[in-house]
């Protein structure tokens, strides 16, 4: 008898409509896009994911400094391209102002520092310390990223410190991908040529590059080992346990965002359909990610998802 009743009872739960997980409020979800590659691809996993679980996510793109300040205004609800400690100062700023809060660490063992081709180290440069004896060869021209990056601060502050003996040396900013055309050309002509670089990026697989060492000052040691952490505007969480819950739950390793970011550059394609792809191509990658995670209206996040992209 006591089994027909649970029975009866499991039963009767099991018919019952869902609960939301999250309220109708927290459907959009604002996030943004410095133009990285990197954080273009974890920003399409992310979506696909969320629209999968009846989100809506709002990804835009803009500036790390603007990104940054938009958080701090509440005009942006997470950040997955927290580079640490590259961008501690915004932090700092942030944390001041009790703007943010820290979801979690979803990536590790990242790199971020300058770089030269490998003619160029056989050449004599592996270290900061060896640019400037070669001025002439590098036309005095550090090539950097977008204007306002972090990264490229510092190295201003260098140059304008004078550090290295890279006095009279100028930073040329332009986009990852102007800068990566730029590398690739002096590359084929063997030009002398230092440049940003890191890791996660197809760049470590296109071209035969060095990472520089002695630079431990400005892009912090192990050639500006990273990680990076993902952020959300304060009590954003609170609000949203459920979207905030998948938000900790992901975290990615140096092979995926290579992948991912390889199927944008090399293989032209598009955000979302890289994403999908990837997916496609790792479906155990779900579990782990959707652990306790349901859709918007309370439904098993897991078996939905995955009957949303047809897996």
Same mark, same amino acid.
């Given at each position: 008898?006591?089994?027909?009743?649970?029975?009866?009872?499991?039963?009767?739960?099991?018919?019952?409509?869902?609960?939301?997980?999250?309220?109708?409020?927290?459907?959009?979800?604002?996030?943004?896009?410095?133009?990285?590659?990197?954080?273009?691809?974890?920003?399409?996993?992310?979506?696909?994911?969320?629209?999968?679980?009846?989100?809506?996510?709002?990804?835009?793109?803009?500036?790390?400094?603007?990104?940054?300040?938009?958080?701090?205004?509440?005009?942006?609800?997470?950040?997955?391209?927290?580079?640490?400690?590259?961008?501690?100062?915004?932090?700092?700023?942030?944390?001041?102002?009790?703007?943010?809060?820290?979801?979690?660490?979803?990536?590790?063992?990242?790199?971020?520092?300058?770089?030269?081709?490998?003619?160029?180290?056989?050449?004599?440069?592996?270290?900061?310390?060896?640019?400037?004896?070669?001025?002439?060869?590098?036309?005095?021209?550090?090539? @950097?990223? =977008?204007? /306002?990056?972090? !990264?490229?601060?510092? %190295?201003?502050?260098?140059?304008? *410190?004078?550090?290295?003996? +890279?006095?009279?040396?100028?930073?040329?900013?332009?986009?990852?991908?102007?800068?990566?055309?730029?590398?690739?050309?002096?590359?084929?002509?063997?030009?002398?040529?230092?440049?940003?670089?890191?890791?996660?990026?197809?760049?470590?697989?296109?071209?035969?590059?060095?990472?520089?060492?002695?630079?431990?000052?400005?892009?912090?040691?192990?050639?500006?080992?990273?990680?990076?952490?993902?952020?959300?505007?304060?009590?954003?969480?609170?609000?949203?346990?459920?979207?905030?819950?998948?938000?900790?739950?992901?975290?990615?390793?140096?092979?995926?965002?290579?992948?991912?970011?390889?199927?944008?550059?090399?293989? @032209?394609? =598009?955000? /979302?359909?890289? !994403?999908?792809?990837? %997916?496609?191509?790792?479906?155990? *990658?779900?579990?782990?990610? +959707?652990?306790?995670?349901?859709?918007?209206?309370?439904?098993?996040?897991?078996?939905?998802?995955?009957?949303?992209?047809?897996?």
């Amino acid at each position: 008898m006591k089994r027909f009743l649970l029975a009866a009872a499991v039963s009767v739960l099991a018919s019952l409509p869902a609960t939301a997980a999250d309220s109708p409020a927290c459907k959009p979800i604002r996030m943004s896009d410095p133009g990285w590659t990197d954080i273009t691809s974890t920003n399409a996993i992310a979506s696909t994911l969320l629209k999968a679980l009846g989100y809506e996510p709002d990804v835009k793109t803009l500036s790390v400094p603007i990104g940054y300040q938009a958080m701090k205004n509440g005009e942006l609800d997470v950040f997955l391209g927290n580079w640490m400690p590259a961008q501690q100062r915004f932090i700092d700023d942030l944390t001041a102002a009790k703007a943010v809060e820290v979801v979690g660490t979803n990536l590790s063992g990242a790199k971020f520092t300058l770089a030269v081709p490998n003619y160029v180290a056989e050449g004599g440069v592996k270290d900061f310390k060896d640019l400037a004896a070669h001025a002439e060869k590098f036309g005095s021209e550090i090539y @950097g990223i =977008e204007s /306002g990056a972090p !990264a490229n601060q510092n %190295i201003q502050k260098m140059i304008n *410190a004078g550090s290295f003996g +890279l006095t009279g040396w100028k930073l040329v900013e332009s986009g990852e991908q102007a800068m990566l055309s730029q590398v690739k050309r002096s590359e084929g002509r063997k030009k002398w040529v230092v440049f940003l670089a890191w890791a996660p990026h197809p760049m470590n697989e296109a071209f035969k590059l060095t990472y520089l060492s002695g630079g431990d000052e400005y892009f912090g040691p192990n050639f500006g080992g990273a990680e990076v952490r993902t952020l959300a505007r304060t009590g954003w969480t609170a609000k949203c346990p459920n979207a905030a819950a998948f938000f900790k739950n992901l975290k990615f390793d140096l092979a995926t965002e290579n992948a991912m970011m390889g199927k944008i550059l090399d293989q @032209g394609q =598009e955000a /979302g359909q890289a !994403a999908r792809a990837w %997916i496609k191509e790792h479906p155990d *990658a779900l579990g782990p990610w +959707l652990a306790g995670v349901t859709t918007l209206d309370g439904r098993p996040g897991l078996p939905a998802v995955k009957a949303a992209l047809g897996l």
